[in-house]
């Protein structure tokens, strides 16, 4: 399997803000990193793409037809969302930090639930396909298809593609 991951673009968002399955807008052009990131990408195989603005807004200057799929969009942090981390109650937070695979958060989802849908919308993918979607979801991408032990800790840069191939990252944040 080959497939390449593309975070989008950065959201219009404070700096500081919880935010995961809240719809928000860019806060550049996507048409920029389009241009930047075609000639990263094969021509004519499938772009999936997460229904979230930020996501599908850059999917669809990619690709002239994008499958949109619930299945990626990003962790729902439920009444965290769009709140301050730093006035998020603190035993909460602590409680989440030492069982973030098992915790929910208030009114959300755990990401052992995330990494349940994308799994299985993984199991449905071609053998070659782009992916348009979120730090959270590339990072259960990186666990399930390379085998990556400390998944939590990866890095997924804004607006830049990896490529997994073979089982194993061929080469990560590009643009």
């Known amino acids: 399997m080959r497939l390449w991951l593309i975070r989008h673009p950065p959201p219009a968002v404070p700096p500081g803000t919880c935010y995961g399955a809240t719809d928000l807008p860019l806060a550049e052009d ?22 979230l603005a930020r996501c599908r807004r850059l999917a669809e200057r990619l690709h002239p037809a994008p499958i949109i799929d619930a299945r990626i969009r990003e962790i729902d942090f439920g009444a965290w969302e769009m709140q301050a981390w730093d006035r998020l109650d603190r035993a909460l937070l602590d409680a989440w930090a030492a069982d973030p695979f098992r915790f929910v958060p208030p009114g959300g989802e755990a990401v052992a639930a995330l990494r349940a849908r994308v799994a299985d919308f993984l199991a449905t993918l071609p053998d070659e396909a782009v992916l348009v979607a ?3 979801v590339i990072k259960v991408c990186a666990a399930e298809l390379a085998g990556e032990q400390d998944w939590f800790s990866l890095r997924f840069d804004y607006g830049r593609v990896s490529l997994i191939e073979d089982g194993r990252f061929a080469w990560r944040n590009r643009r």
């Open 134 to 136: 979120h730090a959270g």
């Open 30 to 51: 996507p048409v920029v990193h389009a241009e930047a990131l075609r000639a990263l990408l094969p021509a004519d195989i499938p772009l999936f793409s997460s229904p």
